[in-house]
């Protein structure tokens, strides 16, 4: 089994930052590629941000240049920095990690339970 702890999740006004973090924990030999979805009501979930394990990272368009996501592979952890935020980005964000549990196994995708990201005045 394994838990992906998230936090630091708010409200805050536009213009203002964020910083999210996700740790893994449990039964894990090594994880691969990790990243930070978000959703809305009535709307699927969408990649924001992905990390490999090389730390090659790739972005949604309407955050780049305001997000950077970064990983700590000896602390299973990865994060989400969110600069410039706008009302647009307010979602419940989720954390996603693809977890290699035994050595030479499959790899299994696990989720956070969420997150809240409000940006309002």
């Known amino acids: 089994q394994v838990q992906l702890a998230e936090s630091g999740g708010g409200l805050v006004q536009p213009g203002g930052s964020l910083r999210l973090s996700c740790a893994v924990s449990g039964s894990i030999f090594s994880i691969n590629g990790m990243g930070w979805f978000r959703q809305t009501p009535g709307k699927q979930r969408e990649l924001v941000a992905g990390i490999s394990r090389a730390a090659v990272t790739n972005y949604v368009d309407s955050v780049k240049g305001r997000f950077t996501i970064s990983r700590d592979n000896a602390k299973n952890t990865v994060y989400l920095q969110m600069n410039n935020l706008k009302p647009e980005d307010t979602a419940v964000y989720y954390c996603?990690?693809?977890?290699?549990?035994?050595?030479?196994?499959?790899?299994?995708?696990?989720w956070g339970q969420g997150t809240q990201v409000t940006v309002s005045s």
């Open positions: 996603n990690a693809d977890i290699v549990h035994v050595p030479g196994g499959p790899s299994w995708g696990s």
